[in-house]
């Protein structure tokens, strides 16, 4: 498996030379299991310009490390967050650095099953000879026991209740029964370096909310979204124009619209950046993501190169940020015209007075 | 770990490495050993360590504090048998044009507190050497031990910590600080215990410890000052302790040998500033002269010094509450009930008992708590440290251990320890929880026959002078004329004496708001036993009566949150005459207004700040810009929050329209002082966001009916006025019997003169209530009420004419206004399920037209 063929490599694929360049130079102990020392995988998702590492995350030094302690010490770690604050690829991170794989992934969702997080059979196998290792069919979380290696479970609040449930046993004794078989395959015990990282959306918030017992097999950490200004928008910058780029466009997005962007929807995520000034503003049903930021500033320049051939403007984004925020919901279409209304017709500079002329094109 | 990135080789290569530290170098070494400077930061207790081991080691003859100069006749009080936390108040006012006050608070370990008790035990000689809280210098200082003093200083700071932190991987100031400085393997063995033959070993040990903090302190101050001058204020309390230093060091012509302990972004420059203060000023026998205190303020306060000028300084208790950086900006060290259990058993066992206390107060407080979860905070603290490279667990990683360990939800707020201020809304419970265990709830205690500011005395005087004494044995009742200037100083000082809640001084009627047309107020005066009990215990508060007025007021700023209480305290220091009060308030108003999120509690804040804007001149804030600055804030923030389409509650009808009110009140002010500073305020916009609320069909009909009133009233012209009038109609029309009593309440609140006498209103409104069938009417029945209510009864008469001419009726209004017979309501129903049934029969037979 080679870069070049995969649309998206895995995170132990696309850094494997930072990862054995770590491995090299870690001196630390390791905890049972992990590839790597505590330090280096901090290094490794934060960056380190002695070794070259570079940075993966923008977030708190003193959050990664609760998440490494709570990994090292085996409890379960539940990232918890707006959708869009990158929770994905920080368990992603974590699982290629601590394990080396990040591909046992269970994606949560209605319609997932317990055979699909344990193990299932191949039926054919199973009729012939009945139930034996041969015919178990292991699923990610069977794997992980079995290799002694971090699982990953996507969306977990999105799963059934039942399906939720499942996971007690495995978390508080690390063992996994399986009736079917006897003698030593009728339980799977964990090896060490097994462990789950979960992660859930705070707008699931009670859609299947999770039984006091799993919560406490759990520690939470909440992902929040960028607080700094610069770094987002070094960041959405960044992400846009290789995004352009994939798509063949050469003109970037200018930065006076980027800046725009970046603050309407800091702005309008609202109560947790206090002090910005002119009081807070209800929250949106909308997700107001850096992630989503990223994909309207790539629309506003796939829109202005292939209908104009010119760089992105600030009319551009209204358009495109319509769209975006608005979706089906209006009374987020009220909050986003009240917010043009009082709110950028106030502000200063020659782009935040062509947003505002644009203001008609809102949906 | 040992190539953990926590290194403190990094604080040496840090930025800063100037020229500027071989100076430094120079002068230390030429006077090393004469005069040691140790730069601290206020209430660390590592810092507090070094400072008593310093002066138990070299016996200094002279031990220097910062500290208020004008305290220093009176050191004597600092050891007497008091209880911690207190803390020296200083004030000085004169009259109702300067006041200053500014606290210097003492924990046991704080390093000033232990050069104090330490110098004294070893014999040297004590002085505070910091300019005086009345001086210039400390006009925006309320306390004088704060990490942080001025926007400069924060400047320099928060670069050089960002810059260090970014190499070490840690954020945080607090975090930075406690990982370079209170994590060295000090004990509690080399504190208080050190005449209890320490053994020898783990003594050398420590005090090799002691080296490197103190060495580890001098080259972080040198880094983060720099060579930087610092503001005009911080320039001026370094010379004042600079010529301490050269004084005390040549002082009786002797070498004596000095250790100063000041604020560590003082100590390089003070390094620097004391060899080079001239020799004469060292001849000098008496110790450096403080300013002069007339001079001093006489730019402040017009040159009108008179005998008013009252300053002083006094202990007085304090509390942990207080000391805790999350109790407001200014402060020092975070978490004091964990910093004091530091000093009093080291790391360690400070770590178990704030295990403990937490685990109590959660069960307590019947939050979750297991012994698992316990477990699990314990595996995860020694995790950390052993992560971040701490032999002991420090107070973050205790506290990002249970975070970790007992949050068992998605986080609202970020953790507080990751920002300074007071903890923000939606914070976790537990983690609430936690703080206030962190911050303790040691309350002071001064000993028996510590001198007490004298408002006893400062109070009858004043009542004397006002001839406001109440009688000994029964009461009397006083009537007030506000519009007279002397009646007007009186009911300043009984409103102060009911802000201390001194029994015996109770107004029986009196306008709710400072400045509203009421024009006179009763108090009742009256002398019970426990007027001077309480007045003894408003003593603490301050020396005078405004002064103690102005302290219990900004005590209650501290537990006052919401726009809506928070301009109450104006309003009560605004009837109080308490200008002086008024700084760090606004400050808060705007804060509170900007995170406001209802509209209806933006009415009173709106009403009192343009009220005091206008009218409040006696109090020196009318025209004031400050709080035309608040005046727009709360108008935009009132806008914003009028585009809220959601229903109105019935309990919050009246105080929504009150905030139209008051929003029109402004609107009209604004419209009439074009090229005033008022007549800025965004006219136009607001009118805008009138029409569309007015429009929205989302929006409720009380809004919506009182948008469109404040447009009416607000309209210069009378085709404008007409368009209103129509659109007024048209709304009415327009909306379901339901809503129409709401809407009508709405418009008749707000424009009751522009409509009722305009007779196509009036046709319209009796088409709209006659066309209701029985159903809607009784529906409508209770808005309507309560829309006909804002009118006076002379204009329900006005009403009454109008619908009796409509009809065609000669008879006087009176049948109309008139109050109903004084028949009960049973009766009535009777008689009207009588009158129905009849027409019902006369129905049947066609009898009925």
């Not at chain 1, 997080?117 to 199973?126: E, M, Q, R, V």
């Not at chain 2, 109702?96 to 104090?116: G, I, K, T």
């Not at chain 2, 040549?250 to 040998?257: D, E, H, K, S």
């Not at chain 2, 129409?740 to 088409?767: K, N, S």
Request: charged share 20%; proline share 5%; glycine share 6%.
């Amino acid at each position: 498996m080679t870069e070049h063929h995969l649309q998206r490599p895995p995170a132990e694929i696309s850094h494997a030379e930072e990862l054995a360049r770590l491995r090299e130079h870690d001196r630390d102990p390791r905890p049972p299991g992990w590839l790597l020392s505590l330090n280096a995988v901090r290094r490794f998702i934060l960056g380190d310009d002695a070794l070259g590492i570079s940075r993966k995350m923008v977030a708190p030094v003193a959050a990664i490390e609760r998440m490494l302690v709570t990994l090292a010490t085996g409890r379960g770690l539940m990232l918890v967050g707006e959708p869009g604050t990158a929770k994905s690829m920080l368990s992603e991170l974590l699982a290629a650095a601590i394990s080396g794989d990040s591909g046992l992934t269970i994606q949560g969702g209605a319609s997932i099953t317990e055979d699909q997080i344990k193990y299932s059979w191949n039926y054919a196998l199973l009729i012939n000879e009945g139930p034996s290792p041969r015919a178990l069919v292991p699923a990610p979380l069977y794997r992980g026991m079995q290799q002694g290696k971090l699982v990953r479970f996507e969306e977990m609040t999105r799963a059934p209740l039942e399906v939720q449930d499942c996971l007690l046993g495995m978390l508080s004794d690390r063992v996994m029964t399986v009736p079917e078989l006897s003698g030593e395959h009728a339980m799977l015990f964990a090896r060490a370096g097994f462990n789950i990282i979960a992660t859930a959306n705070t707008r699931d918030r009670g859609v299947n909310e999770m039984s006091a017992a799993l919560k406490r097999r759990f520690d939470f950490e909440t992902v929040f979204p960028i607080m700094d200004f610069q770094q987002e928008l070094e960041l959405v910058a960044s992400k846009s124009a290789t995004l352009l780029a994939q798509s063949g466009i050469s003109e970037r997005v200018p930065e006076p619209v980027l800046e725009l962007l970046v603050t309407t929807f800091r702005d309008l995520r609202a109560s947790l950046q206090q002090g910005t000034g002119g009081g807070e503003m209800d929250k949106l049903n909308a997700v107001m993501s850096t992630a989503e930021a990223v994909n309207v500033a790539h629309a506003v320049g796939v829109r202005a190169w292939f209908l104009a051939q010119r760089s992105g403007t600030p009319a551009d984004l209204v358009e495109c940020i319509g769209g975006t925020v608005v979706k089906d919901n209006e009374d987020d279409r009220n909050k986003l015209q009240r917010y043009f209304e009082q709110k950028v017709a106030r502000r200063e500079g020659e782009h935040w007075k062509a947003y505002y002329e644009a203001r008609h094109r809102l949906p | 770990m040992s190539d953990s990135p926590h290194t403190f080789d990094a604080v040496h290569q840090s930025s800063h490495q100037s020229s500027h530290q071989a100076e430094y170098a120079a002068s230390s070494t030429l006077d090393s050993r004469r005069v040691e400077i140790i730069g601290v930061r206020h209430h660390s207790p590592a810092c507090a360590r070094l400072v008593a081991q310093r002066i138990r080691d070299s016996r200094p003859d002279w031990v220097l504090i910062e500290g208020p100069t004008d305290f220093n006749p009176r050191l004597d009080e600092l050891f007497l048998p008091h209880t911690l936390p207190l803390a020296i108040y200083s004030f000085c006012s004169a009259g109702e044009r300067l006041h200053r006050a500014s606290w210097s608070p003492f924990a046991d370990y704080s390093p000033e507190w232990q050069a104090l008790q330490v110098g004294r035990e070893c014999g040297a000689q004590l002085a505070f050497i910091d300019l005086p809280a009345w001086h210039d210098a400390f006009a925006d200082i309320s306390n004088r031990y704060a990490d942080v003093t001025d926007s400069e200083q924060e400047r320099l700071a928060s670069a050089y910590e960002a810059e260090l932190g970014r190499q070490l991987g840690i954020e945080g100031r607090d975090a930075l600080w406690e990982h370079l400085f209170e994590s060295a393997t000090l004990g509690s063995e080399t504190s208080e215990s050190e005449t209890l033959e320490p053994d020898a070993a783990s003594a050398t040990a420590s005090r090799r410890d002691l080296a490197e903090l103190s060495a580890r302190l001098r080259q972080y101050f040198i880094n983060l000052r720099g060579t930087d001058p610092g503001s005009a204020s911080n320039q001026a309390r370094e010379q004042m302790m600079a010529r301490w230093i050269a004084w005390a060091a040549q002082q009786g012509q002797q070498q004596n040998r000095v250790l100063v302990v000041c604020g560590g972004y003082h100590a390089p420059m003070l390094a620097q500033l004391w060899p080079s203060i001239e020799p004469d000023l060292r001849q000098d026998s008496a110790a450096p002269a403080t300013p002069n205190l007339n001079e001093s303020i006489a730019g402040v306060s017009d040159g009108s010094i008179d005998s008013t000028v009252a300053t002083g300084s006094y202990l007085l208790p304090y509390t942990g509450k207080r000391l805790d950086a999350f109790h407001g900006y200014a402060s020092g060290m975070p978490s004091p009930a964990f910093q004091q259990a530091v000093w009093e058993g080291g790391l360690q066992q400070a770590g178990a008992q704030l295990l403990q206390g937490i685990m109590q107060r959660l069960r307590q407080k019947k939050l979750p708590a297991s012994t698992a979860d316990m477990l699990a905070i314990h595996v995860r603290t020694q995790a950390l440290a052993r992560l971040r490279g701490h032999v002991q667990p420090l107070r973050n990683d205790w506290l990002d251990a249970l975070a970790g360990s007992l949050v068992r939800d998605a986080l609202d707020a970020p953790l507080p320890w990751t920002y300074r201020g007071p903890l923000r809304r939606g914070t976790d419970p537990v983690l609430v929880e936690i703080m206030d265990v962190l911050a303790g709830d040691q309350v002071g205690q001064l000993a028996p026959g510590t001198p007490l500011p004298a408002l006893q005395h400062a109070v009858s005087r004043e009542l004397l002078a006002l001839d406001l004494q109440p009688p000994l044995s029964a009461s009397r009742t006083i009537t007030l004329a506000l519009l007279d200037t002397a009646d007007r100083a009186k009911s300043r000082v009984l409103h102060r004496l009911a802000i201390l809640q001194i029994p015996g001084f109770t107004r029986l009627s009196g306008p709710n708001w400072a400045m509203s047309g009421e024009r006179s107020e009763q108090w009742q005066l009256s002398c019970p036993l426990e007027q001077q009990a309480a007045l003894i215990e408003a003593a603490i508060y301050g020396a005078t009566l405004a002064d103690a007025a102005i302290a219990r007021l900004a005590e209650q700023l501290a537990h006052s949150h919401g726009a809506s209480a928070l301009a109450q305290l104006l309003n009560r220091a605004a009837q109080a005459g308490l200008p002086a009060f008024s700084p760090g308030l606004l400050s808060r108003l705007h804060e509170a207004i900007s995170s406001e999120s209802r509209f209806e509690v933006l009415g009173q804040p709106l009403a009192i700040t343009h009220g005091l804007y206008r009218h409040g001149h006696e109090l020196g804030m009318a025209d004031a810009p400050a709080l035309l600055e608040l005046l727009q804030l709360t108008l935009d923030r009132l806008l914003w929050l009028a585009e809220v389409h959601g229903s109105v509650s019935a309990q919050d009808s009246n105080a929504h329209l009150a905030a139209w009110q008051a929003l029109r009140l402004l609107l009209r002010d604004a419209q009439a002082s074009a090229g005033l500073p008022l007549g800025e305020l965004p006219v136009a916009r607001a009118l805008a966001v009138c029409q569309r609320k007015a429009r929205h069909p989302q929006a409720a009909p009380l809004s919506r009916g009182a948008a469109l009133g404040c447009l009416l009233s607000v309209a210069h012209d009378d085709q404008q006025q007409a368009d209103e009038i129509h659109s007024a109609i048209t709304l009415l029309s327009a909306l379901p019997a339901a809503a129409l009593g709401d809407a009508l309440q709405g418009l008749l609140a707000l424009a009751r003169h522009e409509l009722i006498h305009v007779p196509a209103f009036i046709a319209t409104l009796r088409q709209l209530v006659s066309a209701l069938d029985e159903a809607d009417f009784i529906q409508a029945l209770p808005a309507l009420r309560a829309a006909f209510a804002w009118l006076p009864s002379f204009e329900r008469g006005e009403l009454a004419q109008q619908i009796l001419h409509l009809l065609g009726s000669t008879a006087s209004p009176r049948t109309l206004t008139a109050p109903l017979s004084k028949v009960d309501a049973e009766t009535l129903a009777r008689h009207s399920w009588r009158e129905k049934q009849a027409v019902a029969i006369l129905e049947h037979w066609g009898l009925a037209n």
